[in-house]
């Protein structure tokens, strides 16, 4: 049997484009709005109806916000990480992820100081691990983000 090249694919490089904001983001599952393309099994009106603060499980309104907040910056973070894996010399990318990896910085340590260290770098003591109940339901430990 002769060898066949079956195949040959040319993708395009991603170029730094606007972003979503965090909520969007995360209820479209990328920060950036070029590579939400439609898929046929995802529903569209899935970025219509993100989740709220209520289905966060702070026992607060307060802690939920956060909570949702946190989950949302980080997940951006997340995001342009990737690009910058690939793209290490925009510096635009990495000015908006210092910015947005500050803004998570500032979450944690306030979720630190008033309720419960949400990662283990955020506790400086041992004592910190045992300040006060954690912000979500039925929790003992603490959340890797």
Not at 52 to 74: F, V
Not at 124 to 137: G, N
């Amino acid at each position: 049997m002769q060898k066949q090249q079956l195949a040959m694919a040319e993708i395009p490089v991603q170029e730094m484009g606007e972003l979503y904001e965090p909520g969007q983001a995360l209820a479209a599952g990328t920060a950036f709005p070029d590579l939400n393309l439609p898929f046929f099994a995802v529903p569209e009106k899935m970025m219509e109806n993100p989740p709220s603060a209520e289905s966060y499980q702070g026992k607060t309104e307060t802690q939920q916000k956060k909570l949702k907040k946190l989950t949302e910056i980080s997940f951006v973070v997340d995001d342009l990480n990737l690009y910058l894996c690939t793209h290490p010399e925009d510096e635009k990318a990495f000015e908006i992820f210092q910015e947005y990896a500050k803004q998570r910085k500032q979450l944690l340590a306030e979720m630190s100081e008033e309720h419960f260290p949400l990662c283990g770098e955020a506790a400086e003591e041992l004592a910190d691990r045992k300040k006060e109940p954690c912000p979500w339901k039925g929790a003992d430990g603490y959340v890797v983000l």
